[in-house]
């Protein structure tokens, strides 16, 4: 079952569904006098920034208007009193959300709610439980219900998380935070942990050892799952599950994924279009007002073009087009054009929603192609020539040089796309010295923020200057050239070859090896069985499917290429589902930021 459904049901069943008892004193005539009409009780629903984002994610307002919540509100922002209705809180155990939670009902005079009903997303650190315990009027009072519903991750797909916590970057590899970095590292462990707990998932754990903190996450979050696993013996069960694997990696593994320009339609947008918080704004047709779409999977054709090359989706859209209208009987042509279309929508209002999508979806395509034609397609070559280290016949490339300068030299070309292309030479070359890297900023003409952007990657475990070098272990690539592969989308991101070598049992142990103490499983392969992988009590909940699972955990971000290739592995292979997840989403300009921003003073 789809990520994003689980987590929508369970938010749904354990949240915005929940029945408190009624109040003794009240009975059947107070629980009948709070119900409104039609015997639907209203509630509001309080959340904070995680909250927000994993109702926004997973749930739609209709449905939870239908369970009687007639308000959703921020717990930081200034709300008006509603003292005659119950609140459900969707909150994280942290400081600055219980505060805000126990100055809600500080005032007995003026209480924010009648009484509140309080899930949080995970376990309360003992800290907090003390906070709540210095209060205890308030919460004897007014606290109606404290659950934890372990949900402390987004469903950003259906097959990707993320953590929401995009200062993890800081946080694990800045030495300015190493006095913060255990306490952050219990907090992701706790979030990943939880991911595993709503999958029922008891994975072994495995890491990349050549870098020091993955092991202390995997133990932390091995210790987390012991007590899901002690509350929930079910957690895991089974033949298939037993297989079931974390493998923990931290950036500095694969740093030319997030630097490339993809050419794939999701990560193409995202790199080249000012797509914030998920929506594409774009204008439908002169004189039309700026039209603002959401692109998620609630938009099955979204969900169809996301990972094709750019160079199939105008085509595969108008062919969608045509099947559309010829099964409507309106009349179209192979190459229907937004004028077309928007004559179409005029004309036909009955199906605007669905020529809408379409007509989305090809000024989306038309939007990326234009920055492609623009400049991006002489920076692709020369990225993928630098990633591969050959040229588009395969010949080993001699002097990388010769390509770069002009680059570098072209003040047509932004800075952020220098520093692209200086990144990838100097991982090509395992390093450079300080003389030639100074040489590179200064014909890139490089402030010192962007040369931080580059110098930064050092502390990712890259050999950025070459007197330093270390030998860095690199994982054996695949060779996936065909005749059918794209020129300008020959690298395929190395977190493919990974999940791969994960799945055939291939992954060299002694680099990725697994925590002690674990007894591992991964070979045995037991017949299906329908007894297994039911653990979730809800009836509706019983399509989970009973394959085992590869859960890959990126410290400090993930890109979009290597979202794609969780969905090809699990296609390809069949009998696994792969998922993918992050403290965040990168796109190419996050990564440079957060490289960027890196603090070096201890």
């Not at 072994?204 to 979050?221: F, I, K």
């Not at 320009?261 to 947008?269: C, S, V």
């Not at 890959?552 to 290429?561: H, N, R």
Request: glycine letters at 4%.
């Amino acid at each position: 079952m789809a990520l994003k459904m689980l987590v929508g049901q369970k938010i749904m069943n354990e949240v915005v569904k929940y029945k408190p008892p009624p109040p003794k004193k009240a009975g059947a005539a107070g629980a009948a006098k709070a119900a409104g009409a039609g015997g639907i009780e209203w509630r509001v629903l309080v959340v904070d920034k995680l909250g927000m984002r994993m109702v926004s994610a997973c749930t739609k307002m209709h449905e939870i208007s239908a369970e009687g919540i007639t308000l959703v509100e921020d717990i930081n922002k200034k709300r008006e009193p509603l003292p005659t209705m119950d609140a459900i809180y969707l909150i994280t155990p942290s400081d600055e959300s219980v505060r805000s939670l126990i100055r809600d009902f500080e005032n007995p005079a003026r209480p924010m709610y009648r009484y509140a009903h309080v899930f949080f997303t995970e376990a309360i650190p003992p800290r907090i439980f003390e906070m709540l315990q210095s209060h205890k009027d308030i919460c004897r009072r007014y606290v109606r219900t404290c659950k934890e519903i372990n949900i402390a991750f987004l469903a950003y797909e259906a097959q990707v998380f993320s953590l929401d916590s995009p200062d993890t970057f800081q946080c694990l590899y800045s030495p300015a935070f190493a006095s913060i970095r255990g306490k952050h590292i219990e907090r992701i462990a706790e979030q990943i942990a939880t991911l595993c707990a709503t999958l029922g998932e008891y994975p072994n754990v495995r890491y990349r050892v050549d870098w020091e903190r993955n092991v202390d996450l995997a133990a932390s979050v091995q210790q987390k799952l012991d007590a899901y696993k002690a509350d929930e013996p079910t957690m895991g069960e089974g033949p298939e599950k037993a297989r079931s694997q974390l493998l923990i990696l931290d950036r500095g593994f694969d740093c030319v994924s997030p630097l490339l320009h993809e050419l794939t339609l999701q990560a193409m947008a995202y790199d080249l279009l000012p797509i914030v918080n998920d929506v594409y704004r774009y204008t439908p047709g002169p004189n039309q007002a700026d039209k603002e779409v959401l692109l998620d999977e609630n938009d099955d054709l979204w969900v169809e073009l996301r990972h094709e090359h750019i160079a199939v989706v105008s085509t595969q859209v108008t062919q969608n087009l045509k099947k559309f209208t010829d099964s409507k009987r309106m009349s179209s042509t192979d190459k229907s054009s937004m004028r077309d279309l928007s004559q179409m929508i005029k004309k036909m209002p009955q199906y605007q929603k669905e020529l809408s999508k379409y007509s989305t979806h090809l000024h989306l395509a038309e939007d990326c192609m234009k920055s492609y034609q623009n400049y991006v397609d002489k920076l692709c070559r020369v990225e993928q020539d630098l990633a591969m280290g050959t040229d588009a016949e395969g010949e080993k490339i001699k002097d990388h040089m010769r390509n770069i300068v002009p680059i570098l030299l072209d003040a047509n070309v932004s800075n952020y796309d220098k520093v692209r292309i200086i990144s990838l030479y100097v991982m090509i070359k395992n390093g450079i010295s300080e003389e030639n890297l100074t040489k590179l900023f200064t014909h890139a003409q490089l402030s010192t923020k962007h040369q931080d952007m580059v110098r930064n990657l050092s502390f990712l475990g890259i050999n950025v200057i070459a007197d330093s070098r270390k030998k860095i272990y690199s994982v054996p690539r695949k060779e996936r050239i065909t005749e059918s592969t794209y020129q300008m989308s020959r690298w395929t991101p190395v977190i493919k070859d990974i999940m791969e070598d994960c799945i055939e049992d291939k992954l060299d142990p002694r680099h990725f090896p697994f925590l002690e103490g674990r007894a591992q499983n991964t070979n045995y392969h037991a017949p299906t069985s329908a007894r297994y992988g039911h653990w979730h009590k809800d009836k509706a909940q019983t399509q989970v499917k009973n394959v085992p699972r590869l859960i890959i955990f990126i410290v400090g971000g993930v890109s979009m290429s290597e979202m794609r290739c969780a969905y090809e592995v699990t296609n390809s292979v069949r009998n696994w589902e792969v998922l993918v997840g992050s403290s965040h989403v990168l796109s190419p300009e996050i990564f440079l930021s957060d490289l960027g921003s890196l603090s070096k003073e201890d």
